[in-house]
């Protein structure tokens, strides 16, 4: 259905697009995009299709989106219609790890094997021009003093801002259960309300902040990065104010479960070459995406730790038992 | 004046011959997914990002324009002539355009949509060019106690604009509330209504509702009438254009829905819905001949079509002007603005100035288009309803489930198309209105989500909600709606003349 209806769509676009290249490693492609188009893992998706095809490591590759519940409905699907398929994939994010905790998600990411961390953004805390806060110490300061005063505006409860605000929280010894959050649906609408004023901070990944902030209408008091970020090296982490928390809201790609090792192999090589590519580098420069590339057992390991961590802090913040 | 300078240069752009062939494959392909119900503008602009990728700036900005303008208008040919709502927006359109199609005037229906579309769109892209900055100040400085506000002002005229008795109406729009509920609630992350079945956390999509409600319903109810249904449909009755008489009721509901439209739009959690429901309340409170509202008023038609299109050159007013993105068409219009390396927000006039009067100039561009494209149309559109029945009822399902199934390729989603098609056959057969259910389901949640904020915010002092001039004005308007004929009662001892359509 969806290809009848998407082919038609395109039809127009099939004389621009490059058609399959005759000696790609593999032959065959189909990457899940579990949201719907335009979002972050939809872009990630098409990237890598965009990068694949026109490097030729893959001859055809098409993406297909199920959108809903986190990227957990797609999860879902791709687990339990996948089995031993090399050739399908799916992309995903921090964001499923802590869906997969908050919506009691029958499937997890240990169902799935996954290949690379690909990108990844970090999180940025925001106030108006015009607030009294003007550095993390500010902020740590009106915390400890009462933090149901203090409201943070960001995305869906239990996402990466949320989790980033339960753990600053957190670090500094106040309860995270009283983080005073309020969650908006879009990016634009919870910065339309930081901007207006409506709210004390914004927490959101840096590049929603950072046009505005080079406009002198918001000031970025922190990031969540481990050092200070090239795009804004005036902006101190949040571990240089002393508080203990570095997280990434990272994109990553997964294969099916139960493949042989040797098609795990080969999947990751293509990734790895399409990682090191040029295409691929433009690509994240126009996105304004960073390469945080991590595979084999480093991003496991890694995984594991982030899944750990999300689920005591979604715990400690109240949304998971 | 350098605003006029920098718009007649990016006219001068748009009018490029290779970028009014992108104007037209744009707008063309907008009309179509339009007509689809369930594909949208902004699924088609995602997937034709990839490829535009290769085209300079300039032509596929146009060539979004043109897809998000005739998204738009395509939503209310659908919406006219097969009481199929292709998007959320243009579910009004279908109350009274559905009735005008079936008597034989669907060519001024047709026409008006186009017309005011046409008017709409050009003073509001008029109002982006030219007081954007102003607007969206405005615009920002709306809290979520004032979004509150707004839904109640919406909640009460628009409970007592649809249907024949209050009653029914309000069952229909709490059945719509119900609805709302179903989903991960945003606040708290929990899941609400769910039982256990994971599509359903996402809740009830709109137009999956709103099509299977009218669409399925619609057909439905046709098939049990069975050989009892004896009424036939006149593609054309009269001029296929509109008459003199059409023009009068016309303009001033195109004027009003535009001024609903343009500012509601520019507001981030305002939308292209709103602006509709509150026009046809306004216009049925204003129409000097009540009793056609339910029977094919054309106001009904004019005014609500006016304030969509006003409201999509509204959503763009805090997309280039703070690079908000308050609509999904909007946010995957910003990816194509950062594809090409410029970043909507505070300097963007500032730092691509040609682009971004280019756009505006095509946004003109693509609403001329769309006109001149669409008004001769409108006679071989209207042949549609000359389709034999069982054919036209056959080709409306597959469409529904076609455009449904496209957008989300689920079961779930299958199954909740036919089931809610059922209820709307129940609904009609005992004769409660459709229409509050989904604007229950689009209000409900919006207008829960803005007052826990607002008490979030407030640390739960409820005054919060009463301390805000805008509120306030809302709060009083709303109560005017919903006393208003009361008091006129109480006062002169008569009934008010207007909401008097009882059975």
Redesign the interface.
């Known amino acids: 259905?969806?290809h009848?209806?998407?082919g038609a769509?395109?039809a127009?676009?099939v004389a621009?697009?490059p058609l399959g290249a005759a000696y790609a490693d593999i032959n065959e492609l189909k990457i899940i995009a579990p949201a719907?188009?335009?979002?972050g893992w939809?872009?990630t998706a098409?990237s890598i299709?965009?990068v694949l095809q026109s490097d030729k490591l893959v001859g055809n590759v098409q993406v297909l989106n199920?959108?809903?519940?986190g990227g957990?409905?797609g999860l879902?699907q791709f687990v339990n219609s996948s089995k031993g398929d090399p050739n399908v994939m799916i992309v995903g994010g921090y964001v499923m790890v802590g869906a997969i905790i908050?919506?009691k998600?029958?499937v997890n990411l240990s169902m799935v094997t996954p290949i690379a961390r690909l990108t990844g953004e970090y999180e940025a805390i925001a106030v108006p021009a015009a607030s009294p806060l003007k550095s993390l110490a500010d902020l740590v300061v009106a915390l400890k003093a009462d933090p149901?005063?203090v409201?943070w505006a960001g995305g869906?409860?239990?996402g990466t801002d949320?989790i980033t605000a339960g753990l600053f929280t957190k670090a500094i010894g106040v309860d995270p259960r009283k983080v005073?959050?309020?969650?908006?649906?879009?990016?634009?609408?919870s910065?339309?309300?930081l901007?207006?004023g409506?709210?004390t901070v914004g927490i959101s990944s840096l590049s929603e902040y950072?046009?505005?902030a080079?406009?002198g209408?918001l000031r970025i008091l922190g990031v969540s990065s481990p050092t200070r970020l090239p795009e804004a090296p005036d902006v101190p982490t949040f571990k240089e104010a002393g508080v203990d928390v570095e997280i990434q809201n990272w994109r990553m790609i997964a294969a099916a479960p139960g493949i042989t090792p040797e098609q795990k192999q080969e999947l990751s090589q293509t990734i790895e070459k399409m990682v090191k590519s040029k295409a691929w580098t433009d690509m994240l420069a126009?996105?304004?995406w960073a390469n945080t590339y991590l595979s084999g057992d480093a991003f496991d390991a890694q995984l594991a730790k982030d899944i750990a961590a999300t689920q005591t802090i979604l715990k400690d913040i109240g949304?998971a038992q | 004046m350098d605003t006029f300078a920098a718009l007649s240069q990016g006219v001068m752009v748009a009018l490029q011959p290779i970028n009014l062939l992108f104007a037209f494959v744009g707008v063309m392909l907008g009309t179509a997914v339009g007509v689809l119900p369930g594909i949208g503008p902004a699924l088609t602009v995602a997937l034709l990002l990839p490829i535009t990728f290769k085209l300079d700036p300039a032509g596929s900005l146009i060539m979004f324009a043109g897809i998000y303008y005739g998204g738009m208008y395509g939503g209310s040919t659908a919406s006219i002539l097969l009481n199929t709502p292709g998007e959320s927006a243009s579910i009004v359109t279908a109350l009274e355009g559905n009735k005008m199609a079936r008597a034989g005037r669907g060519g001024p229906a047709l026409a008006t949509a186009a017309i005011g579309s046409f008017v709409a769109g050009t003073i509001a892209t008029i109002g982006l060019a030219l007081i954007a900055p102003t607007i969206v100040d405005i615009a920002i400085s709306f809290g979520p106690e004032d979004y509150f506000a707004l839904m109640v002002l919406a909640f009460t005229t628009v409970s007592a604009a649809f249907g024949s008795s209050v009653t029914r109406g309000l069952t229909s729009l709490f059945v719509g509330l119900s609805l709302g509920l179903i989903g991960i609630d945003l606040q708290s992350g929990q899941a609400r209504l769910s039982f256990g079945v994971p599509d359903l956390l996402d809740g009830v999509e709109v137009t999956t509702l709103a099509v299977a409600l009218f669409a399925i319903g619609e057909t439905l109810s046709v098939v049990a009438a069975g050989a009892r249904a004896d009424e036939i449909i006149e593609p054309v009755k009269g001029s296929v254009f509109m008459n003199r008489e059409d023009w009068k009721r016309s303009w001033k509901p195109w004027l009003r829905g535009t001024f609903l439209g343009f500012p509601i739009g520019a507001m981030p959690a305002g939308g292209a819905e709103i602006p509709t429901f509150l026009s046809y309340a306004l216009e049925k409170r204003l129409c000097r001949k009540p009793g056609e509202f339910g029977n094919g008023a054309i106001e009904g038609v004019a005014g609500p079509e006016a304030a969509n299109n006003a409201a999509a050159a509204g959503v763009l007013v805090p997309l280039l002007t703070l690079g908000l993105p308050t609509s999904a068409t909007a946010a995957i219009m910003l990816a194509g603005f950062q594809q090409y390396g410029m970043n909507p927000g505070p300097l963007l006039f500032a730092t691509n100035p040609d682009l971004v009067w280019g756009l505006i100039a095509s946004l003109f561009i693509a609403n001329g288009m769309l006109l001149v494209l669409n008004l001769p149309l409108v006679g071989l559109w209207v042949r549609l309803l000359a389709i034999p029945r069982p054919w036209l009822y056959g080709g409306i399902l597959v469409f529904a489930t076609l455009g449904t199934l496209g957008a989300n390729p689920s079961l779930v989603e299958l199954g909740m198309l036919l089931i809610f098609g059922l209820l709307g056959y129940v609904l009609r057969r005992y004769d409660y209105p459709i229409a509050p259910v989904v604007v229950g389901l689009i209000l409900g949640p919006l207008a829960e989500q803005q007052l826990r904020r607002a008490l979030a915010i407030s640390v739960g002092d409820p005054l919060v909600l009463f301390q805000s001039p805008v509120a306030l004005t809302l709060f009083a308007l709303s109560a005017l709606a919903l006393f208003g004929p009361l008091l006129f009662y109480v006062f002169t001892g008569r009934k008010a003349p207007v909401g008097a359509d009882e059975d």
């Open positions: 259905m969806k009848l209806v998407s769509l395109l127009a676009a621009v697009a719907a188009p335009g979002g939809d872009q098409r299709q965009h199920v959108p809903g519940a957990t409905i879902a908050t919506n998600s029958p149901q005063k409201s869906s409860a239990g949320h005073n959050y309020i969650a908006f649906s879009g990016g634009g609408e910065l339309a309300s901007l207006g409506k709210v950072d046009a505005q080079k406009a209408k126009q996105k304004g949304l």
